[in-house]
């Protein structure tokens, strides 16, 4: 074996190892009934969980609760499955949170509660506007 | 509406795009045409190249002129742009958008082929066709034109009309319609860096094409070899060019963002950080090929991989792909499809070139041996494309996914998004310790021959020299953790070790000493990047306990401080103290005071109500009228140490409903050996109408204390008043107002209700508010008979606002070493570009 074919082989094996072990280590995608299966086994691994905030009949945003000194809060989520959990955060509310049309909540089950460590939000006027503000005529 | 200057940059679009398929045609027959036809081809080229160019800039001024004119009928001003937006933030509106960004990549191309035109006389033909094409595919992105029968829409214009991109009911009423204003510009992006940021790393992205340009027409010309000498000083300008832009956004996001740093392993960030990385291993293989005609494949391969690299990442973020991956991707415009055939276009046209040429492209027969600086540059090469694959595989997760969705997988892989940072850096910091000692090492075997008995000898006191600066720095700083020493010791060893050679290199000739500053820069900056990211820590600690709910476990402890206006709390052996909300005046150095300033019917005009002052320096006079950005709102928090004031901060928020609401910025405490960094978490909402207390009564006579929410108030006198806010009242009419003086902590407040009989019969009150205090007093009656008057008081919560303080040790380095790194890249690229010229003239 010429040493150039050794220095392929250890690329490749090199490769091969950042793959395993970064692909490994990812979080995945699940519902909630998936993530408390995973925390009832002991996994304790943060996973993301996608959904949308609770409405009420009348499109009104229902279950958010902030703490006493605003500092965490809490609030339902549905998952894609449309099962409800409600999750607790402990940092402030994010002022557009519930202007947001999907929320992604990253955190695992801790007894019965699903806490959150970092939420995503997606807001879809963010960066481009679908209705025109008429009112400046 | 003017549709005149839309048509002309449309038409600019097309001539452009035209003229660009012209050049690549004419310099095509250039190369492959008679003698006597070459040199008219040549001249044809060249004036479809400059008509590309004018045809780009028309483009840009049509575009301009649209957003400093105001055409708000155009989507492209609407929607990045609005009246108020002050003239150095227009040119930002101009790459906010996908079209824009792309514009500004296609005009700064365009630049780069004249020069290239005008330079390289041999190569002028094949380059030009590769970087005339490239132009054409760029184009075509903004070319905004539907192909008649197939229905296919290519590309996305700046000039479509507001109409024809939004679906509005009011379009069916009124075709004719134009918004009185626009949405206005991101607020993230109303910073100077948005100005010189992105024209930086396009910049830099344009570049990336001119080796590889160079790379394929050496081996379409069969000038396997020749190749190199031209491209590698313009591979050293688009590295550090790059490598600039991509620390500008870095200083950008640590300046305006609030994630409380400069680096967040977005895909967005990753995006560029890949091709940079494989670009300065493509100038070390190229550097080593001019001295030792070894690693030539080695430079075809990355040069190659650099520009695919370059195509890959704008097709990640602009194609949508990313999706909920990343947070500030650009948004889908439908170009998904065809972004994907320009990556795969060149892609597959460079693998295909190089395959046919790779037995004729000339390799060294010498072994390479461990003694050798071949092989330390060749292990530094293959490390720094490790280091780059370790980012782009979880950067290409959405990828995967949806390839693996094609043959009926369900993979859902993520990064996880909580330890985003973590999941890079732990491998990274690795990766960075390997590269600094093998580089400190490699330059040793770079300026000398070295056998294994010299090797000792040379490394010896380099080796203890950094063993003893390790040694000191650690102890100082503390660090225990063994990634952080073994990024210390390696960044300690990279700068003794570059310091060495520099100054026995520049003993012979300066010019030389491009290679060892750069290091030297490299070294300083993950020192840098060391303390300020490992060791930065949250001060904020919220300690009141005060919890959401009892079933949580009890670290569910909280990053974020409340401050109640004027109550000081401890914070990291600061005191610290929230004084109040603040407007900053346009074009002056200075906050004011939300109380000292009357609104008017304008809101972006301000007037005083009394002196301004700031920092002991008078800034406005009384009665002036000031212009604000009503957006902004700046916190004052004061800090103080032992009784003194250590810093006073101004963190921002800004209010922007049609941008999504709420934007917090930090502001920075710089310090020489570290940062204190605030920002808002949640300001107080002015739209909900505060809770008030019941109200009380205070029968008071004239210049009797009492107390309103704790605070000693004397009510000083009772006057009858004519007008009320510029309204005249009737002779028949009766007004009192009162003044109160109220004591707060810091200041004294007055609160002035008034008292009215209008018509004889109807009384009127107006209660005065002092907003700092959380106090509202009314005059409720008068009291001939005894003198005294009675005053309702109702109190609520006072003002709050709740901030995040993080502290950044020595992050200063990392801005010393970004500057000594630019510096070496500046020194190494004059030289090369020096040798070029030299060997051009001969």
């Known amino acids: ?137 | 509406m003017h549709y005149f200057i839309g048509d002309l940059g449309h038409l600019f679009i097309i001539l452009s795009f035209v003229t660009s398929l012209i050049s690549v045609f004419a310099y095509w027959k250039t190369i492959y045409s008679t003698d006597s036809l070459r040199e008219p081809w040549r001249k044809n080229a060249r004036v479809a190249f400059y008509t590309h160019l004018v045809a780009v800039l028309g483009v840009v001024v049509c575009l301009f002129v649209i957003i400093y004119q105001h055409y708000f009928e155009y989507h492209y001003a609407y929607s990045h742009s609005s009246r108020q937006l002050p003239a150095q933030y227009m040119v930002s509106c101009f790459w906010e958008g996908q079209e824009g960004s792309f514009l500004l990549w296609i005009f700064w191309q365009a630049l780069i082929g004249i020069v290239l035109i005008h330079t390289q006389k041999k190569w002028e033909a094949p380059v030009m066709v590769v970087f005339s094409l490239v132009q054409a595919f760029l184009a075509s992105m903004i070319l905004g034109v539907v192909i008649p029968f197939l229905d296919l829409k290519l590309g996305s214009s700046p000039f479509i009309l507001l109409r024809d991109a939004i679906d509005d009911p009011i379009f069916s009423i009124q075709p004719d319609f134009i918004p009185k204003d626009g949405s206005g510009l991101n607020p993230l992006l109303q910073n100077y860096w948005m100005v010189i940021h992105p024209p930086t790393l396009f910049l830099g992205f344009a570049l990336t094409l001119v080796p590889f340009a160079f790379c394929m027409a050496g081996l379409w010309q069969k000038q396997y070899a020749e190749w190199i000498k031209p491209a590698l000083p313009w591979t050293l300008l688009g590295a550090g060019i790059l490598g600039l832009g991509i620390l500008m956004g870095g200083y950008w996001a640590y300046e305006t963002l609030n994630f409380g740093g400069y680096w967040n392993w977005d895909p967005v960030e990753n995006a560029v950080y890949v091709p940079w990385l494989i670009m300065i291993a493509s100038i070390h293989t190229m550097i080593v090929y001019k001295n030792s005609q070894t690693a030539l494949k080695s430079s075809v391969i990355l040069t190659i991989a650099v520009f695919v690299l370059i195509l890959y990442s704008t097709f990640l973020t602009r194609s949508g792909i990313l999706g909920d991956a990343s947070v500030h991707s650009f948004t889908d415009l439908g170009l998904s499809g065809q972004l994907l055939i320009y990556l795969l276009f060149f892609t597959v046209a460079a693998i295909v070139l190089a395959i046919v040429r790779w037995k004729h492209i000339p390799s060294s027969q010498k072994e390479i041996t461990v003694y050798s600086r071949e092989f330390w540059i060749f292990i530094g090469a293959t490390l720094l494309c490790f280091t780059g694959f370790q980012v782009i595989y979880p950067t290409s997760y959405p990828v995967i996914n949806e390839m693996g969705s094609w043959v009926g997988l369900d993979l859902r892989l993520a990064v996880p998004g909580d330890r985003q940072v973590q999941y890079y850096s732990r491998f990274q910091i690795w990766f960075g310790v390997l590269i600094a000692l093998g580089s400190g090492t490699a330059q040793f075997f770079w300026w000398r021959k070295i056998d294994k008995h010299s090797l000792t000898k040379e490394l010896l006191y380099p080796f203890l020299i950094s063993l003893i600066v390790f040694a000191v720095i650690i102890s100082l700083g503390r660090i225990y953790k063994p990634a952080y020493m073994a990024l210390t010791l390696a960044g300690v060893y990279l700068i003794v070790s570059n310091l060495k050679v520099l100054f026995a290199v520049s003993k012979v000739n300066k010019s030389l000493s491009g290679g060892a500053v750069a290091h030297i820069g490299v070294g300083l900056m993950l020192i840098g990047i060391m303390f300020s990211a490992g060791y930065s820590q949250v001060v904020s600690l919220n300690n009141t306990g005060m919890l959401i709910s009892k079933d949580l476990p009890t670290e569910f402890n909280r990053d974020n401080l409340l401050l109640f206006i004027h109550e000081t709390r401890t914070m990291a052996g600061y005191e610290i103290e929230y004084l109040g909300e603040r407007v900053k005046p346009n074009g002056i150095n200075g906050y004011v005071s939300k109380n000292h300033i009357d609104l008017t019917t304008d809101p972006y005009k301000v007037v005083a109500t009394q002196d301004i002052y700031f920092k002991d320096k008078k800034i406005l006079n009384a009665r002036d009228t000031f212009a604000i950005n009503p957006e902004n709102t700046f916190y004052e928090v004061e800090l103080r140490k032992d009784g003194k004031v250590a810093a006073v901060l101004f963190p921002r928020v800004q209010i922007n409903p049609a941008m999504g609401g709420f934007v917090a910025s930090p502001d920075i405490e710089r310090h020489a050996g570290r940062d204190l960094y605030t920002h808002v978490s949640l300001p107080m909402s002015r739209e909900e109408e505060p809770e008030w207390s019941e109200l009380t009564e205070e029968r008071v006579h004239l210049n009797q204390p009492f107390f309103v929410n704790d605070y000693v108030a004397v009510l000083e006198e009772v006057v009858r008043i004519h007008e009320i806010d510029g309204f005249k009242l009737d002779e028949e009419d009766v007004a009192v107002k009162a003044k109160i003086k109220v004591t707060g902590e810091r200041d004294e407040y007055y609160a002035e209700p008034v008292f009215l009989i209008r018509n004889k019969s109807q009384v009127g009150r107006i209660p005065s508010e002092i907003n700092d205090l959380g106090v509202k007093i009314t005059l409720l009656n008068i009291h001939p008979d005894s003198g005294e008057f009675s005053l309702g008081v109702n109190t609520r919560q006072k003002d709050w606002v709740i901030i995040k303080a993080i502290e950044m040790p020595l992050i200063n380095v990392l801005w010393l070493g970004t500057g000594v790194l630019m510096v070496g890249f500046t020194v190494a690229m004059v030289r090369r570009f020096k040798d070029f010229r030299k060997e051009n003239n001969s």
């Open chain 1, 1 to 137: 074996m010429k040493k150039s074919h050794i220095f392929a082989l250890v690329v490749i094996a090199a490769a091969i190892g950042i793959i395993i072990a970064n692909t490994g280590d990812a979080s995945t995608y699940v519902s909630f009934d998936q993530a408390y299966q995973m925390a009832s086994n002991g996994n304790t691994t943060k996973l993301h969980v996608v959904g949308d905030l609770k409405k009420d009949a009348n499109g009104n945003i229902v279950g958010i609760e902030k703490s006493a000194d605003k500092l965490s809060f809490s609030f339902i989520l549905v998952d894609e499955n449309q099962k409800e959990q409600k999750v607790y955060y402990n940092e402030p509310m994010p002022p557009d949170f519930t202007r947001s049309e999907k929320v992604v909540v990253i955190g695992s089950y801790q007894n019965n509660s699903f806490v959150a460590s970092k939420i995503l939000l997606k807001c879809p006027s963010k960066y481009q506007e679908e209705k025109i503000n008429t009112s400046s005529l």
